[in-house]
């Protein structure tokens, strides 16, 4: 797939390092605190490496500690989305949403802003409320300018849900971003000719689980559906595996 | 082999079995929908057919998920609301088959394939070589749908077209939040980077020039919606 013209995968990685580094560098000079913000920087580095259950107890502790630690709010709804864990992802974020409406958080892999309400959009985004998390998103894009991801995530929606023309309107907010230098592109090809927008379905932001699951998807609204586990050992054909588990 | 990656592994398995045992009743809606656009026998044959073959895939899955894991597993309820009242035009029938037969299951198929080429035990290695098999057939019926239906309703074509582009386009997902294991791939499971790679080779060599032939356009023209020149 083709990038934005403005995608340079060299500078991009060498700007992701160098803010790394100073994030890191603050983080590791807290880790040993007992604090909220030690909680925090432990959650960050956690983060970072992908122990994401990890990150998920710092950033509780840190709440324990100091329940106006915004910061780890915000830093908590997106590892629990991260683990697909929805309604706590929601709970969360609605909290951070009512008591802190202005908070933006800093990303730290780049300078990009991320308000509040943009973390609420993703939290309902997982939980299928489409229409709620527009709503957030555009409340996002009118209490913090300068949140590109807000923008991105509604041109996707825009997209999802049929409204081609409002994702463009969305495209020089974020074309600059280069993580969403991929949606950039397909948006584009709508800027040159609207019949070359991609037509996503309602559910293209969690189809990829569709497009993983093995055989034939039943989808429901866009989302695959797949059953409970059980144990039942009917079920399970007798396959000779010869490994050592030892 | 570590506890992780035995966990890991068998936790793969226990996705692909829940994956093929929704492909029963994904068929199932198939085999109505074939009726409510009067399709010939044959398909609805093959369509009854392959909800037998996803049965037999699903307790395979579950059979090797249960010996990694140490304890059986497998389906429980599948929750049906809302399973039948989506689609009742030819062209959203026509959309889901392009959607979930002819792009999902395909790229599926060649995962399969390619995880098949990459086991290193034989066990694994017949469980996947019985999927590729029989998936090979599904998707063909996917195809020989959607050849059918536009052979008996041509008004459909823009939507053909509509489907395909919007299937093939949509980008692939994050990279997963958990621990990939790169072991598993020789278990029967590739990591994420193997198969957006797969994914991207496939779409443009096979589904893509594939989907030109069906609907008689140019492979250029669709190969348009997907580049920005």
Redesign the interface.
């Known amino acids: 797939?083709?990038k934005?013209a403005s995608f340079d995968p060299c500078k991009t990685s060498r700007d992701i390092a160098n803010k790394l580094q100073t994030v890191l560098t603050a983080a590791v000079n807290c880790v040993d605190d007992h604090t909220s913000e030690g909680a925090l920087a432990r959650g960050k580095i956690f983060s970072l490496a992908?122990y994401?259950e990890e990150a998920i107890d710092s950033f509780e502790q840190a709440l324990h500690l100091d329940e106006g630690n915004h910061e780890a709010a915000a830093r908590l709804t997106l590892m629990q989305l991260?683990?697909?864990k929805s309604e706590q992802s929601l709970s969360t974020a609605m909290n951070l949403a009512s008591k802190a409406p202005n908070y933006t958080l800093e990303e730290m892999t780049s300078d990009e802003q991320i308000s509040a309400f943009t973390i609420l959009g993703n939290a309902l985004v997982q939980n299928n409320r489409v229409e709620d998390a527009v709503q957030a998103y555009e409340t996002a894009r009118k209490e913090a300018g300068n949140d590109t991801t807000a923008a991105a995530r509604l041109a996707q929606l825009y997209i999802a849900t049929g409204k081609p023309a409002e994702a463009l309107k969305q495209t020089d907010i974020f074309k600059d971003n280069p993580r969403y230098s991929?949606?950039s592109?397909?948006v584009?090809?709508g800027a040159r000719n609207p019949a070359?927008m991609?037509?996503?379905?309602p559910a293209?932001l969690s189809?990829?689980?569709?497009?993983?699951?093995?055989?034939?998807?039943?989808?429901?609204?866009g989302e695959?559906?797949?059953?409970?586990?059980?144990?039942?050992?009917?079920?399970?054909?007798?396959?000779?595996?010869?490994?050592?588990?030892s | 082999m570590t506890e992780e990656e035995r966990h890991y592994i068998g936790e793969a398995w226990v996705e692909s079995g829940l994956g093929e045992h929704a492909s029963v009743a994904s068929f199932a809606r198939f085999t109505l929908d074939l009726m409510s656009v009067a399709a010939p026998p044959e398909l609805l044959q093959r369509s009854i057919q392959a909800m037998s073959d996803e049965v037999n895939h699903a307790t395979l899955c579950f059979g090797v998920a249960s010996k990694f894991l140490g304890r059986v597993v497998s389906p429980g309820r599948l929750d049906l609301t809302g399973v039948f009242s989506e689609m009742t035009t030819p062209a959203q029938i026509l959309h889901a088959t392009v959607s979930e037969g002819c792009v999902s299951e395909t790229i599926s198929l060649a995962y399969a394939a390619r995880a098949m080429d990459q086991a290193s035990d034989d066990g694994i290695r017949g469980v996947l070589k019985t999927i590729v098999t029989d998936e090979s057939r599904h998707s063909k019926l996917a195809w020989d749908f959607v050849q059918w239906l536009l052979m008996t309703k041509p008004e459909l074509r823009d939507q053909a077209i509509r489907s395909f582009k919007s299937a093939v386009s949509t980008p692939y997902g994050q990279p997963p939040s958990a621990k990939e294991f790169p072991i598993a791939e020789r278990f029967g499971h590739l990591m994420h980077e193997s198969k957006e790679q797969l994914r991207a080779e496939f779409i443009s060599s096979k589904i893509v020039p594939r989907a030109a032939k069906l609907l008689e356009i140019s492979t250029e023209e669709v190969q348009l919606a997907l580049s920005d020149k």
């Open positions: 797939m083709a934005a992908a994401t991260r683990l697909n991929k949606l592109s397909f584009a090809l070359l991609p037509t996503y379905d293209s189809s990829q689980l569709a497009l993983d699951a093995h055989g034939r998807p039943l989808t429901v609204n695959a559906r797949l059953a409970e586990v059980a144990e039942d050992p009917e079920w399970c054909a007798d396959v000779e595996v010869d490994i050592d588990f």
